[in-house]
């Protein structure tokens, strides 16, 4: 699967003649790439789109005359220029290339049929179309050891490796973890990691993808299939929010394989080694394959029949008792579109409660995340921008998203500047580094905003440090991006609001790229997975009219968020929790809350693939069907929808959770009026603003970067008024034109917003973020460190637990502390210390990390020992103390 | 075979001291010696320098033509003057990394005359304004990297290196940097390359010289040992009086190393352009004759990468574009004898398993492809021979260097001795290099290649370990022959 060229835009056409036809290419463009857009495809092994041409394999010769005679060059190489003639075909190059493959075959070693390439080898392919025939070597082959094991999931055969130096280039270039390189020389040369020090990058699998042969294999998949045994879907990789777009390959009704694909948008074909083997999660044998009810203290196999039929008598009984307000639903962050806005519709219009909330308690207020002005990744990594990195580690949590910034930083010129309370994996790139203390990002962002500049440290920083971020952001030419995520979950989220409030109010133009990081949790925003929310990134208040015709009911107040619902349902408040897929105890900041929440409630319906610790306690467990098992679409962190394909049938009798959400309101006596994610697609693309447009046929026709949300609004007529007097939004409907109010009987989607139709209701605006007062952080104690608890690539959750080539790469909990601050913690000799939080603590081991600041410490979430264990969800900042573990 | 006649106008009655005036004194590689002996006062030339301006310096130089000594042969003046104007730093790299089989000028010149090559750094260093100096020394050469460490020090002790030099505003730091044994790093990229820290592989082209993007992507001027060591006499004593040595072409004097089988092999300053091959190995200044009872049968004319040459050859005078019209290279300087005892496939297997092993393994062609004409040219001399393989042999030599090789300088097309286009496969001309003794020797002596695959030569085959017989004779004369190849 040779990769195509990436897209151009050509802005300085030149003309260049390929065996005798003129083309146009674009000035600068590689040759090769030329070529191959214009129909002539040259072979190449060494060569990535994605990569810096290195021609070293030499397969891409080709005979081009500049001006001074015809002669040799790697087409990989050079730049197209106004009135090169290339020849693709004359003896010298077939000569050339012949010549060069037999150069790679002869100590390759031929060992095909036991090959995972073959079928879909480059080499093969390459041979067949380019190769000599037949072979002139007699000698003994090159042998190496077969294969050698260079991490947990690679396998290196030294024996085939043709040394295109693209896994190599490839880790140094474009991931930064520069872990396997050439060694020896001549004949010799091989690929190997430096002793002792295994090729563990997040990003490793990308190599065994671009591999031109079988020398890189990944365990997950050796062995298991021959590639024309495959078949394959595009999907879009669910494992986090960046949106990365893969191909679903299986064999058997078993998933084998996801490759990336390339979208420029997005993920330029790169994946992380979560998402890549996430496959696994999905095949896991501890998968739910049918409905489990409670017997007494255990759960026991149900029929759905009966699971559906106890869970709609749960809730209506419920709702007998307590009314909407005792209903709540966590959880959604990681369903598909389709299911987000059937779990919407039945909570808030059937039921009538806003107590949704998709994230739990780790991520942002969904308003500063949808109000905020929206940035894609394409905005952010513009040639010459800058780069405000404020929020969580994108190479733990957003491993594309890490590729795409670490290029614009490195090869495009753009300028980061990253803030946050720990360095990042982005670090050794950034122009300047602000490590805050907890809590105090706003005060940061304040200092590096104020005219003056500061004299005094500020949160611990100090006045030079921020005096050299504040030059490299008074220097900003370009577009302005703030990457707006959560870089710890023991400060509160309203601190980086407050930051972010600050950054909107005074930087002009910026824009935010979301760094929220569950799969969904943007789809499931939009479609009004959050309390005060509806459909189409709309205020409750505002659009309930508009849902009030479409919907049997909706909420009549703002409901409560994930916080609140727990903090209810401890005090037993909340009659029905249902988690859409949400392990609270695991997941929420408050583990002490999560906790009682859980006893406080009274009924607990989990939909989820997994018996977690939290859906242990539920009172009916529904089986929900898992990635690949189900169609429809995914919204990513840039409001880019793309559409999601079945491959294998559901684990067990396990349901796709928008049917799931059917039968319920069914069974509650209501109809949802939908029986296939199309239709609910339909439902989506009518009733909510930001998806107004949006249709699949509109969507197919962007089958690899899909569409970012809202489509942009057409051209506006002409304003005569005077743009200032609109500032009040009195008048809005220029901007949101009246929509044809929906009727429930209609089942076809207008094409465009009319908007000269029969205006019933208008449709409701956009929300608009308005910030909050800001948060009080309490001042630094001195006895304490502040805890800093952000997230790592691998960790104990569901997800990487069930994914055998990711579970056993989630390192052992250790907190980390400043070398002075550890040897003042008088940690023992096993290095083992108890944490202590107001009232709650944890014994863990203690490590030593100088990149921390003085008076912070660090445990990661996720690990063996919970760091939610010592964070009090109501508290602004988490500080800890330490002492000698007993 | 074209020739092209000889454009000599030097005096060659002229003495042979520019570069070699001191191997003699026994402590010419001290700071005192090189003051005090030799054709010129050390650092004489420095103080000239700095009483010129720059421009001045860099004018004299190249007024003199000095033509650089690493094998190109591309004027060094004119090399100084590709740094873009205005780009700052700028930096001189000395190529000490000699290591092709038969080349030990610069190893003679670094250990017998340090203090000769500072001087030159120096002076170039003022000349391009550069403000540091590394001087890149082979790991094999112990001996001259302590000579240098020593002279640096007096120097620096002397306050002839480092900060406001002789009490000017001119600082210069010279670094003395230890190589870890790769011929490929003489190429100037890819010294580069490891200078940096890096893997010593050639870089792509363009950019084609370092000095427009060399080392630190800054302007770099990569000099040979001996193109540097030529600056101080020419100072002292002018242009003109640099020219009246050697040729029109080739001014100046330069120095050969005579290996193999003559009487007294070693490094010789001879007149550019006017020294012919014959005088070179028969005149008792230089090589002293052939080994008694034998006779020539072929010779490499200008190192390892040269087309060989041949008794008829004797008489051409050793001038860049001479050897190259007559389809050989000067190239380094390294000139290899071999008498009629030479047993031409081996010595053909020798020259390119040097290439093979030193091929950096970065391209194809150059890695699979000298490896593989090495295991055939072994199978051969094992018996193991096979009718096709002669013509393999150059049909992967032509996979290689595709077309005749190599492409002669053509005098009358004013071009260079490095041909355009490149004829080659390979990114760098490693690869190439083992194509010529391949070509050289199967066009010569096809016979004895097919008298070996057809075991008519069984003797030979007997006797066939290659380790047992060196292919030079045994080393004599002012220094030992430095031609092992590093396995």
Redesign the interface.
Request: with cysteine.
């Given at each position: 699967m040779p990769e195509a060229p990436k897209p151009i835009t050509i802005d300085s056409p030149v003309t260049i003649t390929v065996n005798g036809t003129e083309v146009t290419a674009q000035k600068g463009e590689l040759l090769i790439d030329a070529c191959e857009r214009a129909g002539t495809y040259i072979p190449r092994f060494c060569y990535h789109p994605r990569m810096n041409?290195?021609?070293?394999?030499?397969?891409c010769?080709v005979e081009v005359d500049t001006g001074?005679?015809?002669?040799?060059?790697p087409s990989c190489?050079l730049e197209c220029g106004d009135g090169m003639s290339v020849d693709t075909q004359s003896e010298?190059v077939q000569?050339?290339q012949?010549?060069?493959l037999?150069?790679?075959l002869?100590?390759h070693p031929l060992d095909c049929p036991v090959c995972d390439k073959g079928g879909e080898c480059p080499l093969q392919d390459t041979t067949m179309s380019f190769g000599p025939g037949e072979s002139?070597?007699?000698?003994e082959k090159r042998h190496y050891r077969k294969p050698i094991p260079i991490s947990e999931t690679v396998n290196l055969d030294r024996e085939r490796c043709?040394?295109c130096d693209r896994c190599t280039r490839f880790a140094d270039e474009v991931v930064g973890d520069p872990l396997i390189?050439?060694m020896?020389?001549?004949?010799?040369?091989q690929v190997n990691t430096f002793p002792g020090e295994p090729f563990s990058s997040y990003f490793s699998g990308n190599t065994v993808q671009i591999c031109p042969v079988g020398a890189l294999t990944a365990t997950p998949y050796r062995f298991k299939a021959r590639p024309w045994d495959l078949e394959e879907v595009d999907s879009t990789c669910a494992g986090c929010s960046v949106g990365c777009r893969i191909t679903v390959q299986s064999s058997r009704n078993q998933l084998l394989r996801y490759n990336g694909v390339d979208s420029d948008a997005v993920n330029w074909s790169w994946l992380c080694d979560k998402g890549r083997y996430g496959f696994e999660t999905v095949n896991s044998e501890e998968r739910l394959g049918q409905p489990l009810l409670r017997q007494g203290d255990h759960l026991e196999p149900a029929r759905w029949s009966d699971a559906l039929a106890a869970a709609s008598r749960l809730i209506a009984d419920g709702l007998g008792r307590g009314g909407a307000d005792g209903f709540a639903v966590l959880g959604g962050s990681r369903l598909t579109n389709e299911a987000a806005y059937a779990w919407v519709k039945l909570a808030k219009g059937v039921v009538g409660s806003d107590n949704v909330d998709a994230q739990l308690g780790d991520g942002l207020p969904a308003e500063a995340v949808l109000g905020l002005p929206r940035a894609t990744i394409n905005d952010a990594c513009r040639p010459g921008g800058t780069i405000i990195l404020l929020g969580p580690d994108p190479k733990e949590t957003l491993g594309a998203l890490y590729i795409r910034l670490k290029h614009a930083v490195v090869e495009d010129g753009a300028k980061l500047i990253e803030i946050t309370p720990q360095r990042t994996g982005l670090a050794r790139y950034a122009a300047a580094s602000l490590t805050y203390r907890p809590g105090e990002a706003a005060a940061v962002i304040g200092a590096l905003l104020d005219g003056s500049g500061t004299s005094e440290s500020v949160a611990g920083l100090e006045p030079a440090a921020i005096a050299a971020a504040k030059a490299v952001l008074d220097a900003a030419s370009g577009p302005v991006t703030v990457v707006l995520g959560r870089p710890s979950i023991a400060e509160s989220a309203s601190t980086i609001v407050d930051a972010a409030t600050l950054l909107a109010d005074r930087v002009d133009g910026v824009r935010f790229l979301s760094a929220l990081r569950r799969g969904n949790v943007h789809g499931a925003l939009d479609l009004g997975m959050a309390p005060g929310l509806l459909p189409g990134r709309v205020r409750r208040d505002a659009a309930a009219e508009w849902f009030g015709q479409a919907w049997p009911t909706v909420p009549g107040k703002d409901g409560l968020d994930a916080t609140g619902i727990l903090q209810a349902a401890a005090d037993g408040k909340i009659d029905t929790l249902v988690l859409l897929g949400a392990d609270p105890l695991s997941d929420f900041v408050d583990r002490d809350l999560a906790e009682r929440a859980l006893t406080g409630a009274r009924t607990v319906i989990a939909v989820d693939q997994f018996l977690t610790e939290s859906s242990q306690r539920a009172d009916v467990v529904l089986a929900a069907a898992g990635f690949a098992e189900v169609s429809g679409t995914t919204t990513n962190l840039e409001s880019r929808i793309t559409i999601l394909n079945q491959k294998v049938t559901p684990a067990g009798t396990s349901r796709s959770d928008w049917s799931i959400a059917v039968d319920l309101a069914d069974r509650l006596g209501a109809d949802l009026g939908f029986e296939s994610p199309e239709e609910i697609w339909a439902e989506i693309e009518e009733l909510s603003v930001v998806h107004s447009g949006v249709t699949l046929e509109l969507l197919a026709t962007q089958p690899t970067e899909g569409i970012v949300v809202p489509l942009p609004a057409p051209e506006p007529a002409p304003v005569e008024s005077d743009e200032s007097d609109e500032a009040d939004g009195s008048t809005s409907e220029a901007e949101a034109p009246a929509v044809e109010a929906p009727d429930a009987t209609d089942s076809e989607a207008e094409p465009e917003p009319v908007d000269d139709g029969p205006a019933l209701i208008e449709a409701p605006e956009l929300l608009e973020f308005r910030p909050a007062a800001a948060t009080a952080v309490p001042p630094v104690d001195s006895y304490a460190l502040r805890l800093v608890a952000p997230r790592t690539m691998y960790d104990h959750g569901t997800l990487v637990a069930h994914a055998p080539a990711s579970a056993g790469l989630a390192p052992a909990s250790t907190l980390r502390l400043h070398p002075s601050d550890y040897d003042r913690a008088g940690i023992g000799a096993d290095g083992r210390v108890k944490v202590t939080s107001g009232n709650r603590s944890v014994v863990v081991a203690a490590s030593v990390d100088a990149s921390l600041p003085r008076g912070t410490a660090s445990l990661a979430v996720g690990g063996d020992v919970a760091v939610t264990r010592l964070i009090d969800v109501a508290a602004a900042v988490t500080d800890i103390r330490l002492e000698a573990a007993r | 075979m074209t020739t092209v006649s000889n454009t000599a106008s030097g005096d060659a009655s002229l003495p042979l001291n520019i570069v070699t005036s001191r191997w003699d004194v026994a402590d010419g590689h001290t700071l005192e010696g090189y003051k005090n002996s030799g054709s010129y006062r050390g650092y004489a030339g420095l103080e000239i320098a700095l009483s010129k301006s720059p421009q001045q310096v860099g004018d004299e130089v190249r007024a003199a033509t000095v033509l650089g000594r690493g094998g190109a042969g591309f004027p060094a003046g004119t090399k100084w003057g590709f740094c873009p104007p205005g780009v700052w730093p700028r930096y001189i790299v000395v190529n000490g990394d000699e290591s092709e089989p038969g080349t030990y000028k610069d190893r003679i010149l670094m250990e017998r005359d340090p203090h000769q090559l500072i001087e030159g750094c120096l002076i170039a260093a003022y000349a391009i304004g550069a403000a540091q100096v590394f001087l890149y020394v082979r790991g094999e050469m112990a001996h001259a990297q302590e000579r240098i460490a020593a002279a640096l020090n007096e120097a620096y002790a002397a306050n002839l290196v480092g900060n406001n030099i002789l009490g000017t505003d001119f600082s210069v730091d010279i670094v003395l940097h230890w190589g870890a044994g790769a011929y490929i790093v003489g190429e100037e990229t890819a010294l580069i390359e490891s200078l940096e820290g890096n893997r010593g592989m050639p870089r792509l082209k363009p950019p084609y010289f370092p000095a427009a993007k060399g080392l630190y992507l800054k302007p770099t001027v990569v000099n040979n040992v001996e193109t540097l060591s030529n600056l101080p006499w020419l100072l002292n004593n002018g242009a003109e009086a640099y020219k009246a040595y050697g040729s029109e072409a080739s001014p100046g004097t330069r120095l050969v190393a005579v290996s193999g089988h003559v009487k007294t092999p070693g490094v010789f300053e001879i007149h550019q352009g006017t020294t012919t091959y014959r005088e070179l190995f028969e005149d008792e200044r230089y090589g002293g004759g052939y080994r008694d009872g034998h006779s020539l049968k072929m010779f490499i004319p200008g190192g390892a990468s040269a087309p060989w040459f041949f008794p008829e050859d004797v008489d051409l005078p050793l001038e860049g574009r001479v050897v190259g019209a007559a389809g050989s290279m000067l190239g380094s300087g390294a000139i290899v004898v071999m008498d009629d005892s030479t047993d031409a496939v081996k010595a053909c297997l020798r020259v390119v398993r040097f290439f093979a092993r030193e091929s950096c393994g970065k391209c194809s062609p150059c890695r699979e492809g000298t490896s593989w004409e090495e295991k055939i040219l072994q199978r051969i001399l094992d018996g193991q021979g096979r009718p096709s393989d002669i013509d393999l042999l150059l049909d992967v030599a032509d996979n290689i260097s595709p077309g005749p090789y190599p492409v002669a300088a053509d005098p009358s097309q004013g071009l260079a001795a490095v041909p355009f286009p490149p004829k080659q496969t390979t990114i760098c001309p490693l690869g190439p290099s083992s194509v010529a003794p391949i070509t050289s020797a199967i066009r010569r002596f096809r016979h004895e290649f097919e008298a070996k695959i057809t075991k008519r030569d069984l003797i030979a085959v007997a006797s066939a370990s290659l380790d047992d017989r060196p292919l030079a004779g045994s080393a004599a004369g002012a220094a030992a022959q430095d031609g092992a190849p590093h396995a």
């Open positions: 041409p290195v021609g070293m394999c030499r397969m010769l001074r005679g015809p002669a040799l060059q190489m010298k000569k050339a012949d010549g060069v037999e150069f790679l002869i100590n002139r070597w007699v000698e043709i040394l390189h050439f020896d020389r001549g004949a010799n040369t | -």
